[in-house]
């Protein structure tokens, strides 16, 4: 067998990524993988994420709230249709009693006071009968609105916009996928309903001529009977309907209000702050700091040194109960110190334990620690009578 020098195999190229294998050329399995590279700075637009509570009130504070009109409908359906049950004997007597009266006190001859007179009777006759069941629709569909969307009122839909006046724009609306959805919603509930209805009907029809064999008291209560039945049997369906559709409006409310990734980022931003700025509000503030703390330096009474390293500045005057750091700093910091100090004759004095424990343990404008009383009251006495020596 001849031996190949592995200089040889460099020189020569592989043709097709190709191996030898029993002295036959066969293709290289992976040269036959397509290579895929996947970008994710191509899913930034995609609304992948769900909205964020500030997306939300946002939205709320413009009105665009998951809202099904079809819970408002079953509600007031089943309400007025409940008081009607409860209060047809009383409308039915106050109807037919003013009748009767009517009937019985009507004159050949109309007058300005007899026509007063009429619509005054049938206006209290309304507030007497109808207004009951109107007064009790309305607070119903106000608290269903309130558990829908929350006490909210919003002007966003009542401002004028140039943009509803173009005739391109309101033909997209009317094809749009939402108005199509309603459309089939509407076809929906059209087919099911009268399905319900003919389901009931197509057994009570079969009874209405027997109505010309009872009084109208009678067909009057079995008439209403029907149409109660019906009703309430159309509301259970209009129920139904309405629990599946208020769970579809808050569904394609979320979809509606979903967010791209950068979108994300930037509301992050937006309400923390930018990172960059921030960096630069923190730095300045360091900056403010190092300035006010060097600025106390030159009250210090003595620099206590690592001595290269750590730097640290104490003040003492009569009535302190410690004395205080007012200014301490490593590397640069430090060297910026004690130059500050030998600008105004400070004394340094060189102590590596009592430097340490001083920067690690007390922050500026903490009074000395009791455990550290003994060492910095020793540093102090030396300086004291240092500064003695050179008064003397």
């Known amino acids: 067998m001849k031996c190949t020098h592995i200089s040889e195999l460099h020189s020569k190229p592989l043709r097709h990524n190709a191996i030898r294998n029993e002295d036959e050329l066969v293709p290289n399995p992976q040269s036959l993988i397509p290579e895929f590279v996947f970008d994710l700075q191509r899913f930034d637009g995609e609304k992948t994420e769900e909205p964020t509570s500030k997306k939300r009130e946002d939205a709320r504070k413009k009105g665009q709230v998951a809202r099904s009109q079809e819970l408002n409908t079953a509600f007031v359906l089943l309400i007025g249709f409940l008081i009607l049950r409860i209060l047809w004997e009383y409308i039915y007597v106050n109807i037919a009693e003013y009748t009767v009266y009517l009937y019985s006190n009507i004159s050949q001859s109309t007058s300005t ?7 005054i009777g049938i206006m209290l006759l309304l507030a007497k009968t109808v207004m009951p069941v109107m007064f009790s629709i309305l607070i119903v569909g106000l608290a269903i609105n309130v558990f829908q969307v929350g006490l909210m009122v919003s002007t966003e839909k009542l401002e004028p916009k140039l943009e509803n006046l173009n005739p391109i724009n309101g033909f997209g609306r009317i094809f749009s996928k939402r108005s199509l959805v309603e459309l089939a919603k509407s076809i929906f509930k059209i087919i099911v309903i009268g399905y319900f209805l003919y389901l009931y009907l197509k057994d009570q029809i079969p009874l ?3 109505f010309i064999f009872f009084d109208l008291e009678h067909s009057l209560a079995t008439i209403a009977d029907i149409i109660f039945v019906m009703a309430f049997q159309v509301v259970g ?8 559709d208020y769970a579809y409006q808050k569904w394609q409310t979320t979809q509606d209000l979903m967010m791209s990734k950068q979108e994300v980022k930037d509301e992050f ?8 700025i921030k960096s630069r509000i923190r730095q300045k503030q360091r900056q403010m700091a190092m300035q006010r703390m060097m600025s106390e330096v030159p009250k210090a009474d003595v620099i206590v040194t690592n001595p290269t390293h750590l730097a640290v500045a104490l003040s003492y005057k009569k009535g302190m109960i410690a004395p205080l750091v007012i200014a301490k700093g490593q590397d640069l910091v430090a060297e910026k110190i004690k130059e500050i100090a030998r600008e105004h004759h400070i004394l340094i004095v060189e102590n590596k334990p009592v430097a340490r424990a ?21 540093i102090l006495a030396y300086v004291y009578r240092i500064k003695h020596r050179k008064v003397a």
């Not at 931003?269 to 960059?276: I, L, S, V």
């Open 237 to 244: 369906v209009i129920f139904i309907m309405a629990a599946a």
């Open 113 to 119: 006071e007899s026509i007063s007179e009429l619509f």
């Open 269 to 276: 931003k937006q309400m923390e702050g930018d990172p960059q």
């Open 208 to 210: 209405v001529p027997q």
């Open 358 to 378: 001083l920067y690690e343990a007390v922050e500026v404008g903490e009074a000395v620690p009791a455990e550290l009383y003994q060492a910095v009251a020793e």
